[in-house]
């Protein structure tokens, strides 16, 4: 891995924030339901920043999917290994494609794919958003 997150010891929440959020905020300490949890990190974001064709499911719309056990995930990350894998990720797709199958990070190598660290991530800033937390697996 390369880039400013992956030198040293960054902050875990660079590696495990939407894991944290689902798994700790919505899902244990009830702060908000799981669906409010999502919205505010997919279609809240993606109106908010004018990104077209993202941030929810709709024929049309760009492929962009997390699929996760509700009653697993978990951020696992710390001060001491900030790099650890989220719990609980069973698969991503960015445009449609998978980037994560079986909780196995695959690497796509094509041009026009943002870059995760030495692992590049396709389509627009909207993919990187989602998948913050998801470069290590």
């Not at 993606?46 to 993202?54: C, Q, V, W, Y």
């Not at 001060?79 to 719990?87: D, I, V």
């Not at 190598?109 to 998948?131: D, F, T």
Request: hydrophobic fraction near 35%; charge should be positive.
């Amino acid at each position: 891995m390369d880039g400013p997150t992956c030198k040293g010891k960054p902050h875990p929440r660079g590696f495990g924030t939407f894991p944290r959020f689902l798994g700790r905020y919505a899902r244990d300490q009830r702060q908000m339901s799981l669906g409010k949890g999502i919205h505010k990190m997919t279609m809240l974001p993606a109106e908010t920043f004018g990104l077209k064709a993202r941030g929810c499911i709709r024929e049309g719309y760009m492929a962009d999917l997390v699929i996760f056990d509700d009653q697993r995930i978990k951020d696992r990350a710390t001060f001491e290994e900030p790099f650890l894998k989220p719990e609980g990720i069973h698969y991503v797709l960015v445009n449609g494609s998978p980037v994560v199958w079986e909780a196995r990070q695959l690497v796509q190598q094509q041009e026009g794919y943002y870059g995760m660290g030495n692992k590049r991530v396709a389509g627009n800033p909207s993919s990187v958003l989602l998948l913050t937390g998801m470069e290590n697996i």
